[in-house]
């Protein structure tokens, strides 16, 4: 399915989010405080998200809330501990595409995202493939650089079975491109190895590489979406070379399934308030987090999850 139409989708659960809302307003959470469990490392897109939205959230439930970072296993650790939690509404997850390319490879077999609850998807974040800067003026030129030399592309993306991962994945094997993608814990260790000539491509996001391509320090070669983008303009993208782009990554909020339904519409609740606040605001236009619209509450972003669960499945042969 194309990404646009994948994120149009958010508008459908706006509306049964707020008719929602005074339900929740009546409900209480039973909760001395609530952990916000993200299952990457500090500073990283997801845990950045966790924490733009964590004071509102906390204003809003009237309880402490905690973001606790619980890392290993392309968040398989985090994951884990969440399940082994009660349902009662006092933990909630940080969720991103990493978790529907779990689901769709079964890499970890005791979990699967259909076991979640998934809340509010909050923005959609747009990736891209990056040279350092002086190097290869074109994605195309890159590869016939790669092909004339006899060798694979070395790729750099954050965690291995990642959605950074997948999305190479579906990319190369579509442009028929040798490469070998290069895992990492962190993004600021994959960065520094592309700006000292030990990658030949990165892939990250447009709210990441953008200040990065300002300064000069990197050259962005192709942007995974079907059609250009007011941030880089000038900047090719899958879609016009004929490739299929795989669903851009989204970050949103989670609670197990079993968890009770009027504490799930409170959470809920909350969340979309934080998602109104001035801090987040300035987050989500800060990182280049308002290309598209990201918003879907609790129907359609379960829906959304579904399909990339099936379009995932198909693109990498699953």
């Known amino acids: 399915m194309n990404p646009i139409s994948l994120v149009s989708m958010a508008f459908a659960g706006f509306t049964l989010l707020t008719a929602s809302q005074s339900l929740a307003q009546e409900a209480k959470i039973d909760c001395p405080s609530v952990e916000f469990i993200v299952g990457f490392g500090a500073g990283g897109g997801t845990d950045l998200f966790a924490r733009s939205i964590q004071p509102r959230i906390e204003e809003e439930l009237g309880v402490p809330v905690q973001v606790l970072n619980i890392t290993g296993g392309s968040g398989v650790v985090a994951y884990r501990d969440v399940m082994r939690r009660p349902a009662d509404g006092c933990t909630i997850f940080g969720i991103n595409t990493d978790y529907v390319l779990l689901e769709v490879t079964r890499a970890a077999a005791d979990l699967s995202l259909l076991d979640m609850s998934p809340l509010v998807?909050?923005?959609?974040?747009?990736?891209?493939?990056?040279?350092?800067?002086?190097?290869?003026?074109?994605?195309?030129?890159?590869?016939?650089?790669?092909?004339?030399?006899?060798?694979?592309?070395?790729?750099?993306?954050?965690?291995?079975?990642?959605?950074?991962?997948?999305?190479?994945?579906?990319?190369?094997?579509?442009?028929?491109?040798g490469y070998r993608f290069i895992p990492y814990d962190g993004a600021q260790e994959m960065h520094a190895d592309l700006l000292g000539g030990r990658l030949d491509l990165a892939y990250d996001e447009v709210g990441v590489m953008l200040p990065m391509a300002e300064a000069g320090q990197v050259r962005p070669l192709l942007v995974a979406f079907d059609q250009r983008i007011d941030a880089l303009p000038e900047v090719p993208t899958a879609g016009e070379l004929g490739l299929s782009v795989s669903p851009p990554i989204w970050r949103g909020v989670a609670v197990r399934r079993e968890t009770p339904e009027d504490i799930k519409q409170v959470i809920a609740s909350a969340i979309e308030a934080a998602l109104g606040s001035p801090q987040y605001r300035a987050f989500e236009i800060g990182r280049s987090l308002d290309i598209v619209p990201g918003f879907a509450g609790p129907n359609s972003f379960q829906d959304i999850i579904r399909l990339e669960i099936e379009n995932f499945a198909a693109s990498l042969g699953n």
């Open 121 to 177: 998807r909050a923005h959609v974040d747009i990736g891209l493939l990056n040279a350092v800067a002086g190097g290869a003026e074109s994605f195309n030129a890159m590869a016939m650089m790669a092909r004339n030399e006899g060798r694979d592309l070395l790729i750099g993306g954050v965690g291995a079975g990642s959605f950074d991962e997948g999305a190479v994945m579906i990319l190369m094997e579509q442009a028929d491109i």
